[in-house]
C-alpha cells in the first residue's frame, strides 16, 4: 500500500522523503515533555470545566434567590415584644416582624399568612413571639392568644377625660398630671387641626374632650402617658374615619361642622337612656341650638354637671342643682346659654357617634325618661312634655 501511494514520485523523491520521516519520527520519540503536555492539558481542561460549572451554579443560585422568599426554617430562638396596631394590615404586621428580627422577609409573613384564612383574626395588641421564625411558624404565635401579652382596660362609652385619665392611672400606675400634660395638646397626640373648626360663629377650644375613644385597650409595656392617648385618639380617627363621619356631617347637617357634631354626640351620649334614643336626642339638641327653640339654649343638665366636674367639684343630679346652678350665665357650659358649648362634654362611642351624624327627622324639643329601663318620651310642645312627665311619676321616675 505504500508503495502505491508513493507512485506519484521518483525513488530519489522517495528516498529524500523517507529520511525526512525518520528523521521526524526519532526526534519525537527521543524528546522526554510530550506525554506530560497531554496529561497538563486534560487537567486544565477538568479545571476550566468545573470552574465554569461552579459559576453556573453560583448565577443560578443568585437568580433563584430573586424567586424564592426569604424565610427561616422552624420556630426560633429566644424571645422578642412586637405590637399589633389597631387597623394594622397584614403587609403592616410583617414589616414590624421583620424590622424586630422575627421573620427573615415581610413577604414570608405575607405568604403564609395568605394561605391561612385564620390570619384575618389577628387582633390588635402585644404579643411575645421569637426572632428567626418561618413566616409561618411567627403567624401561628400571633393566631394563638397565649402569647398575647393581656394588660387591657376598657373605657365606657361617654367617660369624661378627667375620669379616663383616672381609670388608666389606676391601672397603670401612671400619675394623672402625666396625662393631664400629655392632653395639653390635642394635635400632638394626633387630632387633625380641621377638627378644631365651628361654623357656628363661636370661638373654637382646643380640647382632648371627645377624641379619647371608648374602647378596651391592651396597654404597651412601659406605655407613657402620651402614648396610651395617641393610641386612644389613634383609634378615634380610624372609627370615624370608617364610618365617613366628617364627610357625611358636612354633607348632610345643613353647615354643621364636625366638631360641632361631636359635641351633639357628646351630649346624646350623658342624656340618652337607651341605645334607641341616641339618635333621637341629637336631633333634640340641633333643634335646640339651631331651630326654633325660643332661646335658642340647650338646657341640659349634664352640661352643669361637666363644668362641676372640670372645676373638681362633686357631680349632682337634677333635683340636687339649685336654682343659681340652673340658671347661671357666668359658666362656658351653662344651660342658659345660646348655642352649643365650648367643648364636647365626654368621649361619645360608636353609637352615639351615628346618631348625631344621622340623627332620625323630628320637630322635638323636649323629651324625659318614662321608665326605669331609660326608654324616653320625646315632645313638640310643652303640653305634650307634661304628659310625658306625668308617665313619669307615674313610674317613679321623677
Known sequence: ???DLDLGFDERDRGEKGKHR?????????????????VLALLLAFVLLGAIGGGAFYGFDRVQSYFVTPDYDGAGTGEVTIEVKQGALIADIGNVLYSAGVV?????????????????????????????????????????????IVNGITIPEGTTAKRTYK????????????????????????????WFKR?????????????????????????????????MVSNFLTVTGKMQFAERVQKERG???????LIVASLAQAEAGTKADLGK?????????YGDFPCNCLEMDVTVNYHLELTGQKTKTSAEMSQSELVDTKSPYSRKLRGLVPTPINNPGKDALEGAMDPPEGKWFFFVAVDKEGNSEFAETVEQHERNKDKAREAGII
Open 22 to 38: 525518520r528523521s521526524a519520527m526519532r526526534k519525537r520519540k527521543g524528546k522526554s515533555g510530550g506525554g506530560g503536555r497531554t
Open 104 to 148: 427573615k422577609s415581610a413577604q414570608a409573613f405575607i405568604d403564609a399568612a395568605e394561605e391561612n384564612a385564620r390570619s384575618k383574626n389577628i387582633q390588635p395588641g402585644t404579643y411575645k413571639v421569637r426572632k428567626q421564625m418561618s413566616g409561618e411558624s411567627a403567624l401561628g404565635m400571633l393566631l394563638d392568644l397565649k402569647n398575647k
Open 255 to 261: 353647615g354643621i361642622s364636625p366638631y360641632e357634631a
Open 199 to 231: 361654623n357656628d360663629g363661636k370661638e373654637v377650644v382646643k380640647s382632648i374632650e371627645g377624641f379619647l375613644y371608648p374602647d378596651t385597650y391592651e396597654v404597651p409595656p412601659k406605655a407613657t402617658a402620651e402614648v396610651i392617648l395617641k393610641q
Open 1 to 3: 500500500m505504500i508503495d
Open 167 to 194: 381609670l388608666l392611672s389606676e391601672k397603670t400606675q401612671i400619675p394623672v398630671e402625666d396625662f393631664e400634660a400629655a392632653a395639653k395638646d390635642p394635635e400632638a397626640l394626633g387630632v387633625p387641626d380641621w
Open 281 to 289: 336626642v341629637a336631633r333634640v339638641a340641633y333643634n335646640r341650638a
